[in-house]
């Protein structure tokens, strides 16, 4: 079999997609010692990846050599497999994307006057020659399957690549705090991270305000070392987006760690809402098994019971709610000695049951996710061509609107569980749904303003800036006048920050960030559902999030009022997303359940 078929094979393996060949484009700069690195892409990678490092460049020998498979020059750390303090040791990056692309290298080692550049196409070098070039390396990656249409075709659409690109280029940055990074799409810089600590990286990648939205944490002990910060809980949101581990610098994904985590926040955060963490996390590497997956972002360790203790005891300790000391019970002393199993040891399957599917990083959420509902939710609504097509499905009656517009029920309202209304009207015993009753009335007021194009936006007394990923930065430049038509006032301040200087009123400011996110979020799905009524979407989604949850008290006052409102409505019976939102007891039911 000719090499070139061999690499085109195997290629296959390491570069599935634009964002794997970045991984392994910042992964050698960041061994090659850069302390700078450019990340250039356009068209979300489909014809060009460009890394531009400043680190210890290649000769003109490595410089051909590293495109054959194999030649790695990190192998004699194979010793330290299990090390991961390197990034790669496969010496097949190179090779497989040569394979399958148009590769141009320029490279050149400090101690060299003169660089080397070469061309290589399909794994046929077409051209080495030396080059004046400044110290490091550059390598642009075009037209990546360019012989392979299969796979090309393959690809998704471009801010679905991009996101997966721009994931990568978080979960390198966040650790490699060290190290300037800068990200470049189509001429547009998303990303200029100078070189600091973890806080301020991750401000540079999440916002600002990112600071105000974390805790620090911090444990040393002998089985692992954690450093991080973790989000207050009032910030927790209704999807797992910021949620990042690393062990020895590089990013894992691990369920037991997660829910180690999660569970330090257990009664301080409602069911289904996710805090955002960033923690790192340092293990001696011989205590360490990374090979249980090929892409590596999973992790075994031995002493895993004692790290979740641990992790979890900091995270608590982070959020002010127990020391450390308190929380590991079996050592009444602040000072811990975990003494190390022996180095025989083989440690135990791991017993923490988890979804191997689970992506917490994945837009589509298919179950278990806080965002799951849209889809099913959504379905009825969205399928129909009328706006308000589920109230004929619902057998409900008509008649309360008129009778209850102009004159609220009399009775006190009841509430019952925090969650439903009791009241009586003519018609008998109405029970009614606060939380989707809320939504009806927000929905309503919500389209009765963007049709009158007079909504009411409130100025806020201190505006707040919101930071997004590349693409739901990109959706939410093209929805703004959408946003101004509900009332959200928001302005574009460069690199994925939004400025909001109103909002409708009611909106709580610790959460625009968070309903702005999962507005677009649903609007991506809504639009995957060629579902073409865009104001009725973000209408329905800024709604939901605004309603007031079940479980949340209302005085009698709140109780009358929203009755009032819900039942001056156009569709008072459902929910905008077309749940019901109240039900009738007549006074024949009402004797049929007393027969006997
Ligand atoms: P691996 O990283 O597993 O060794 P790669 O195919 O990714 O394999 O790279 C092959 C070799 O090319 C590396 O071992 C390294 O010597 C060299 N190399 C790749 N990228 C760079 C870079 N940006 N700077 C210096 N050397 C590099
Ligand atoms: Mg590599």
């Given at each position: ?373 849209s889809r099913d939710e959504y379905e009825h609504f969205f399928d129909s061509d009328s706006k308000e097509p589920v109230v004929e499905r619902l057998p409900l009656e008509a008649e309360p609107v008129s009778e209850v517009s102009s004159t609220a029920p009399s009775a006190t309202p009841i509430n019952y569980l925090n969650r439903y209304i009791i009241t009586t009207m003519k018609s008998g015993v109405v029970v009614i749904d606060q939380q989707r009753a809320h939504e009806r009335i927000l929905y309503e007021r919500l389209m ?123 569709a008072p019976n459902v929910s905008p997303s077309g749940k019901r939102t109240m039900f009738i007891l007549g006074e024949q039911e009402l004797a049929e359940k007393m027969r006997g």
């Amino acid at each position: 079999m000719p090499d070139s078929v061999a690499n085109q094979i195997a290629a296959g393996e390491v570069v599935d997609r634009p964002a794997s060949a970045v991984k392994e484009l910042l992964e050698n700069a960041l061994d090659a010692g850069a302390t700078e690195i450019q990340l250039i892409v356009k068209d979300a990678g489909r014809t060009l990846i460009q890394v531009i490092d400043n680190g210890c460049g290649m000769s003109d020998s490595d410089a051909r050599l590293c495109f054959e498979r194999h030649a790695t020059s990190k192998i004699h750390k194979a010793d330290d497999l299990f090390a991961i303090h390197t990034m790669g040791f496969r010496g097949e990056a190179l090779a497989s994307i040569a394979a399958v692309a148009q590769v141009e290298m320029k490279t050149r080692q400090c101690d060299s006057e003169l660089g080397t550049a070469i061309v290589i196409e399909g794994s046929d070098v077409k051209s080495q020659s030396p080059c004046a070039c400044t110290k490091g390396t550059s390598i642009a990656v075009k037209n990546l399957f360019f012989n392979i249409p299969a796979r090309r075709n393959f690809l998704k659409k471009d801010s679905i690549e991009l996101n997966h690109i721009e994931e990568i280029f978080k979960r390198i940055a966040l650790p490699n705090y060290g190290v300037a990074f800068s990200f470049h799409h189509n001429g547009r810089l998303l990303y200029d991270l100078k070189a600091g600590n973890f806080a301020q990286r991750i401000a540079g990648v999440f916002g600002s305000t990112s600071k105000e939205r974390l805790y620090h944490i911090e444990e040393q002990t002998e089985p692992v070392k954690i450093f991080g910060y973790v989000g207050k809980a009032e910030y927790a949101k209704r999807t797992r987006g910021e949620q990042y581990l690393f062990v020895n610098g590089r990013f894992i994904k691990h369920l037991g760690l997660s829910a180690a985590i999660e569970k330090a926040y257990s009664e301080l955060i409602p069911e289904r809402t996710y805090p955002a963490y960033f923690v790192l996390l340092e293990v001696d590497p011989q205590r360490l098994d990374v090979n249980i997956h090929p892409t590596k972002t999973e992790v075994r360790f031995i002493d895993e019971n004692i790290i979740f203790a641990i992790l979890r005891a900091a995270t608590k300790k982070g959020l002010g709610q127990f020391s450390l000391a308190n929380e590991l019970e079996f050592n009444p002393s602040t000072e811990i000695d975990f003494t190390p199993a022996a180095k025989d040891y083989v440690p135990p399957e791991p017993t923490v049951r988890y979804n191997p599917n689970y992506n917490p990083f994945s837009t589509e959420r298919s179950g278990g996710g806080g965002t799951a509902r849209s889809r099913d939710e959504y379905e009825h609504f969205f399928d129909s061509d009328s706006k308000e097509p589920v109230v004929e499905r619902l057998p409900l009656e008509a008649e309360p609107v008129s009778e209850v517009s102009s004159t609220a029920p009399s009775a006190t309202p009841i509430n019952y569980l925090n969650r439903y209304i009791i009241t009586t009207m003519k018609s008998g015993v109405v029970v009614i749904d606060q939380q989707r009753a809320h939504e009806r009335i927000l929905y309503e007021r919500l389209m009765a303003a963007r049709a009158s194009g007079r909504a009411t936006a409130q100025q806020l007394l201190f505006p707040v800036n919101c930071r997004f990923n590349a693409s739901d930065s990109e959706l939410l430049s093209e929805l703004l006048p959408d946003f101004e038509q509900l009332g959200f006032l928001i302005a574009p301040l460069g690199q994925n920050t939004y400025v909001v200087t109103a909002t409708p009123a009611d909106v709580k400011e610790s959460e625009l960030q968070s309903l702005l996110e999962q507005t677009l979020s649903d609007y991506k799905g809504n639009m995957m559902q060629k579902f073409s009524d865009r104001d009725a979407s973000i209408c329905l989604s800024v709604a939901r999030q605004m309603a007031l949850p079940s479980g949340v008290p209302l005085k009698p006052e709140e109780m009358q009022q929203l009755i009032a409102d819900l039942f001056s409505c156009q569709a008072p019976n459902v929910s905008p997303s077309g749940k019901r939102t109240m039900f009738i007891l007549g006074e024949q039911e009402l004797a049929e359940k007393m027969r006997g």
